[in-house]
């Protein structure tokens, strides 16, 4: 009897998965990490680099992205009022769960545009420059490729949150850059 309790209690851990607390996340951190670049190289070869086309790719699969993640995230909470509670919200919150640290700066100019800046975006930390400013235009062409998941991934949870908006972002000096948001 003692036998059966242990490997049934063995089967049900098996069944509900390894406790939060005891696997580090790292793995699936790196891994979300590697396939946006990956999906990024994917999309900007099969079309032609910078080609509208690879960037329409790309802001539609993180739109949906956005939508699902933010869908997922806010399934046990009250809707959010107004836009800047929205806007407030993907700051402290969404930005940190799938970023793992909040913005750094948010401005507004009380018109419908916002600008939210990271000073150490993620995904831009192993593309911060090292080598000749000579590749500096390389490097920028690859910055904003590299940008444009992360805006279509912001676009689809604001536009799933009720906020309809376009999502620019730049990059001067990896790994800092700045989302702007434009409400239409």
């Known amino acids: 009897p003692q036998q059966q309790q242990q490997q049934q209690q063995q089967q049900q851990q098996l069944q509900q998965g390894p406790s939060k607390s005891t696997v580090p996340r790292l793995c699936s951190e790196v891994c979300l990490e590697l396939l946006a670049g990956e999906a990024v190289r994917h999309f900007s070869e099969g079309h032609a680099a910078g080609s509208p086309a690879a960037a329409a790719c790309l802001d539609s699969m993180g739109a949906r992205i956005g939508r699902q993640l933010v ?68 490097m920028q062409k690859l910055v904003a490729q590299q940008l444009l998941l992360p805006c279509g991934i912001l676009r689809g949870a604001l536009c799933h949150l009720g906020v309809i908006c376009t999502v620019d972002a730049e990059s001067s000096a990896p790994p800092r850059c700045s989302f702007t948001v434009r409400l239409q």
């Open 71 to 138: 869908e997922r995230h806010t399934r046990d909470r009250p809707r959010l009022g107004d836009t800047m509670e929205i806007i407030k919200y993907i700051c402290k919150e969404f930005w940190p769960f799938l970023f793992k640290r909040t913005i750094d700066n948010l401005r507004t100019n009380h018109r419908g545009v916002f600008v939210m800046q990271d000073n150490s975006f993620r995904w831009l930390q192993r593309l911060a420059p090292r080598g000749p400013p000579a590749q500096d235009e390389a």
